[in-house]
């Protein structure tokens, strides 16, 4: 299972962000630049349509690739009441000719993105991940180097953690208590549910970028 929470963040700001994200996080950043190929099941794969996405991780000097399906949210009262989305997902890495296996199962592509920017990985009650990310799609099929925005001026912020029935209580206590430290600069909320831009990000970034970001707790 995956805890996940979304924002969006205007470009301008994104730097006060990664500011603040390093001193709560006490890491350095990993940058990010991922291929991301949806693809969805013919006709011939049964009744209920199924989507994959694999992922390309350009930053290694040999691109790896992901293979990634994320299955349907918790429900219930108790998944109403929580601000995170808790959801089922399946990861493994694939070889370079998984693209090729997926259409000679029948499989047929639906969009692609390209998405730019950085990642911070840590240990805070649970093992968080928060991805910044400018979203790009591209104007001829696989062209990575022809990319656009398709949000220029604001960025996906995506807040994760790896869960199970089990601990999915606390991951999501976790991960709750550590968005708050970043309310001044984005709201996060469920994906599928836009709040906007926060009116208060441009005095927070001010105030983050003339101290340095010395923020460690």
Request: include cysteine; proline fraction near 4%.
């Amino acid at each position: 299972m995956e805890c996940v929470v979304q924002g969006i963040i205007e470009t301008q700001h994104v730097e006060a962000l990664e500011i603040l994200l390093q001193g709560l996080c006490g890491v350095h950043r990993e940058r990010l630049r991922i291929h991301e190929i949806c693809l969805k099941s013919g006709p011939n794969l049964g009744v209920v349509a199924s989507e994959v996405r694999l992922l390309c991780d350009l930053e290694h000097p040999e691109p790896s690739w992901t293979v990634r399906h994320i299955g349907g949210a918790m429900r219930g009262a108790g998944a109403e009441q929580i601000s995170v989305l808790v959801r089922t997902m399946v990861e493994s890495k694939a070889s370079k000719n998984v693209l090729r296996l997926f259409y000679a199962l029948g499989y047929k592509l639906d969009h692609e993105l390209l998405r730019v920017g950085f990642a911070f990985h840590f240990q805070r009650g649970a093992q968080i991940t928060v991805t910044v990310s400018s979203v790009n799609k591209m104007l001829k099929l696989h062209a990575t180097d022809e990319a656009v925005p398709v949000t220029p001026g604001i960025q996906l912020v995506e807040v994760t953690a790896p869960a199970s029935s089990e601990n999915y209580t606390e991951v999501v206590a976790a991960m709750t208590s550590f968005c708050e430290y970043l309310a001044p600069l984005l709201h996060l909320s469920k994906p599928g549910i836009s709040t906007g831009v926060v009116p208060s990000a441009a005095a927070a970034a001010a105030s983050l970028m003339s101290d340095g970001g010395g923020t460690t707790l």
